[in-house]
């Protein structure tokens, strides 16, 4: 189903998902995270030409593991470099080492629980 309320990787809507995934990778100022960008977007123009060609729907837990969970990481580490830059008291912390992917579920429910009012 390549319809607009399809997905970006099936959607009508990839070459703009696509371009703004790259606007962000230009922007970044970190070889890291602009290399994660970077491949996060061929991992999904490779689904995508896989999809166009052979009409297949992408495999959920690759998407997951190779765009969905890699773009909430690096939502995460572009907040923190943010957060970092734009705070004159510097009291974000300077721990730059990731959660082990493990624990990154444990630790994502932590904080949504610290969160709660």
Request: net charge neutral.
């Amino acid at each position: 189903m390549e319809g607009e309320n399809a997905g970006p990787l099936t959607g009508v809507n990839f070459a703009e998902w696509a371009d703004r995934l790259r606007n962000v990778e230009e922007m970044l100022d970190d070889p890291a995270l602009r290399s994660e960008a970077a491949r996060i977007r061929e991992a999904a123009r490779g689904m995508r030409a896989e999809f166009k060609k052979a009409g297949k729907m992408p495999k959920r837990d690759l998407v997951q593991s190779q765009i969905s969970v890699p773009m909430v990481e690096l939502r995460q580490r572009v907040e923190e470099e943010l957060a970092r830059k734009e705070s004159r008291e510097n009291l974000v912390p300077i721990d730059r080492d990731p959660v082990p992917s493990k624990y990154a579920d444990r630790v994502r429910r932590y904080y949504e629980e610290l969160g709660k009012p």
